[in-house]
C-alpha cells in the first residue's frame, strides 16, 4: 500500500457504523482504498448484506467521502457503496452532496442528524457502562457512581472514547462533570434514578456488541473471508 493510500485509510478510521459504534476499517467495511499518484482516490465499501438500511449505510458513504476528500493529498475522491440495493441512489447522492432526503425524493422525508445524535446517545450510554464496569470491577461499590466525577475516572482507552461521545453530545467533559449524566439533559443521575439509568446502559452496551458480531459474522459469510475488510487495496 502506498503512502498516500495509507493515510486515506488512516483517515477512514474516523468513519463509524452509526448503529454498531465502529470504525468501518475495523468492521471490515473498506473493500478498496486507493489513492493514485495524481491524487485520485478510489474507495469501496461493502455492508454485510444487500438489505443494510440505507440511511445508516447513506452516512457511511458521505462521511467516507468527507474525510477522503478532505486530505491534503487527494485531488479528486470517488466513493461508493457496493452490492447494496440503493446503492446506485446513495452513491449519486453522496457524489453530487445532495443530502439524504434528495437522493431519496418521495421516499425521505427527514435528514439524518436526528438519526445520527440517537446512535451517538446510545453509544455514550455504552461507554458508561464501559467505564463503570471497570470501576466496579476495581472495587468501586455500584451505590458510590452516583458520587464520581470523570476526574475521578482512572485514564483508558473506553473513558477517551466516552469523553468523545459526550463531547459530539455537546455533553460535559471536564474533570469535575459527574460520570452518570443523562444524556438529553446533561443533569446529574440521582441515587434514585441510578439502577434503572445503569441498567439501560448495561443492555445498550449489549445489545451493540451482540449487533456488531452479528454484523462480522454475516460479512464473513457474504464475501466468503476469515478476514473480511483487511484487504483493502493500495
Do not use: W
Not at 486507493?34 to 482516490?41: F, L, P, Q, R
Not at 443533569?187 to 456488541?209: D, F, Q, V
Amino acid at each position: 500500500m502506498t503512502e498516500r493510500s495509507r493515510a486515506a485509510l488512516t483517515a477512514l478510521d474516523a468513519v463509524r457504523d452509526p448503529e454498531l459504534d465502529e470504525p468501518i476499517t475495523t468492521l471490515g467495511f473498506v473493500s478498496t482504498c486507493v489513492v493514485s499518484a495524481a491524487g485520485d482516490a478510489v474507495v469501496r465499501l461493502r455492508l454485510p448484506t444487500y438489505f443494510c438500511a440505507p440511511n445508516f449505510a447513506f452516512l457511511m458513504v458521505a462521511d467516507a467521502y468527507d474525510v477522503v476528500s478532505a486530505l491534503p493529498e487527494v485531488r479528486t475522491a470517488d466513493v461508493a457503496l457496493e452490492d447494496h440495493f440503493a446503492a446506485d441512489q446513495i452513491n449519486a447522492g453522496v457524489a453530487a452532496r445532495a443530502g439524504f432526503v434528495a437522493s431519496f425524493a418521495g421516499e425521505a422525508v427527514d435528514e439524518l442528524d436526528e438519526l445520527r445524535r440517537t446512535f451517538v446517545t446510545k453509544a455514550m450510554l455504552a461507554g458508561t457502562d464501559q467505564v463503570c464496569r471497570q470501576l466496579m470491577a476495581a472495587g468501586t461499590d455500584r451505590g458510590d457512581l452516583t458520587g464520581l466525577t470523570l476526574g475521578d475516572v482512572p485514564a483508558s482507552t473506553e473513558l477517551d472514547r466516552l469523553l468523545r461521545r459526550r463531547a459530539e453530545l455537546g455533553l460535559r467533559t471536564d474533570p469535575a462533570a459527574p460520570l452518570l449524566i443523562d444524556p438529553g439533559t446533561g443533569t446529574a443521575i440521582t441515587g434514585a434514578g441510578a439502577p434503572n439509568y445503569l441498567g439501560m446502559a448495561r443492555l445498550t452496551r449489549t445489545g451493540i456488541e451482540a449487533n456488531t458480531g452479528i454484523c462480522r459474522g454475516m460479512l464473513r459469510h457474504r464475501y466468503a473471508e476469515t478476514g473480511a475488510g483487511e484487504e483493502a487495496e493500495g
